[in-house]
């Protein structure tokens, strides 16, 4: 009996610091998991604040979208109010012109109404009646008809002399304004030709002259039909 009282002795002797640092390592792991625990339970609060911080950015993010589509809606109406006025500035602009225009022609206009009732008034003879025309046809007709006879052959020659066709050796001509273009001497009108429009001739009249040849696109070309143009209308290259 004392002989396992001893052996007990010698062991819980020979044990002691074995149990000692056993009893140190569970202690520290009983504060380290306490530290554990902690740890997590801050985690999880972070992790509850940083949820709702990104919630709160994701707010703002989406407010700032909305103001920055605001922004560019209101842009875009100022230029179109900007454009708008402009606009109207050309408008009105616009207006005052052809409204200055418009007085002119009525004065224009007026004063052509005055001038043809001023013109009538001097056409009517105050005695009788009867026109300065009427009086003159009188007049002749109480004459042996001589005057009436030259003014008929000269008003024939003057006719001849405008129909009469002189030849000349053929030129360049060029339409100093934009003319009309006809299918003979006082015939009708077939073309319009543009300022500045080339052509050549070889015969012409006291008024006119004829279209022999034209140019395209610096390239001569044979009239292919009886053209003639107004003298006054054309100058000589």
Do not use: H
């Amino acid at each position: 009996m004392k002989i396992l009282f001893l052996t007990i002795g010698l062991l819980s002797i020979l044990y002691s610091d074995d149990i000692q640092r056993i009893e140190l390592i569970v202690k520290d792991i009983s504060e380290l998991r306490g530290k554990y625990e902690k740890c997590n339970e801050e985690l999880k609060e972070k992790s509850i604040q940083c949820e709702k911080s990104q919630e709160r950015v994701n707010k703002y993010k989406k407010l700032y979208n909305d103001e920055k589509r605001k922004r560019l809606l209101l842009e875009t109406q100022i230029d179109n109010n900007a454009d708008k006025k402009k606009s109207n500035r050309y408008l009105l602009k616009r207006i005052n012109k052809l409204e200055k225009l418009l007085k002119n022609r009525e004065k224009l206009l007026k004063a052509k109404e005055n001038s043809n009732e001023n013109q009538r008034k001097k056409s009517i003879v105050t005695t009788d009646g009867a026109s300065l025309a009427t009086l003159f046809k009188q007049k002749c007709e109480e004459t042996d008809g001589f005057p009436k006879l030259m003014m008929k052959k000269q008003y024939q020659i003057e006719s001849l002399d405008e129909s009469k066709i002189i030849k000349f050796k053929a030129a360049p001509f060029r339409l100093k304004t934009e003319s009309v273009i006809y299918d003979n001497i006082n015939g009708n009108k077939i073309a319009q030709w543009e300022r500045g429009t080339s052509f050549t001739s070889n015969k012409k009249t006291r008024s006119w002259i004829q279209i022999t040849g034209y140019f395209v696109d610096k390239k001569w070309r044979s009239a292919k039909k009886e053209m003639w143009v107004k003298q006054a209308q054309v100058s000589k290259r």
